[in-house]
């Protein structure tokens, strides 16, 4: 199927299931992503959207894309600050923004937009959240293994509805701990 038909069939769904209401469409309008950005090799100009997209369709993740690991790497600094002085917790932190998907969110409504479709899925809050929340249960048990030299994997484990809880397991313990557990309620 040529790149056009593609962009034609993504833009008549979004029409049609927006807000997303079920972790299908999520995997479909991620499928359907991924063949675009490979259709114009366009892998730089969207890297955390490929990313999620090819997450979403591996039962586990080893290849981690230099957006990852950099993603990865920061969060692991961050927990490490948070774990060594927990009154700097703060509820802007990029473990916080990674929660929120606020570069994927950025992405998103970039592709959208460049390619004619409603970006309302990302602009209004309400819409963007049932996005992630449905994102993040596709998401679940589905580890990056070793994004990091000090990260063993990262998971997003099975939360209530409205909930995140994502796992960074650590390859050497920060202290006393082994892994940091974060949790958000969108």
Not at 17 to 34: A, D, G, K
Not at 125 to 145: R, S, T
């Amino acid at each position: 199927m040529a790149r056009d038909e593609i962009v034609e069939k993504l833009n008549n769904f979004l029409t049609s299931h927006n807000p997303v209401t079920e972790e299908c469409q999520i995997v479909y309008l991620m499928v359907e992503v991924r063949k675009i950005i490979d259709h114009e090799k366009s892998n730089k100009k969207y890297p955390l959207l490929k990313f999620y997209s090819d997450w979403t369709v591996h039962t586990e993740k080893d290849y981690v894309t230099p957006e990852m690991k950099k993603m990865m790497e920061v969060m692991y600094k961050t927990a490490e600050i948070e774990i060594e002085n927990p009154a700097l917790r703060k509820a802007g932190s990029p473990i916080m923004q990674f929660a929120y998907m606020e570069g994927l969110g950025k992405e998103t409504k970039d592709f959208l937009e460049n390619h004619g479709m409603d970006s309302t899925l990302t602009t209004q809050k309400d819409k963007w959240l049932a996005f992630i929340m449905l994102l993040v249960k596709v998401l679940e048990n589905q580890p990056i293994i070793a994004p990091t030299p000090k990260v063993e994997f990262f998971v997003f484990e099975p939360a209530n509805a409205g909930c995140v809880i994502g796992v960074l397991k650590f390859k050497q313990a920060i202290g006393k701990y082994d892994f940091y557990r974060f949790m958000n309620a969108y």
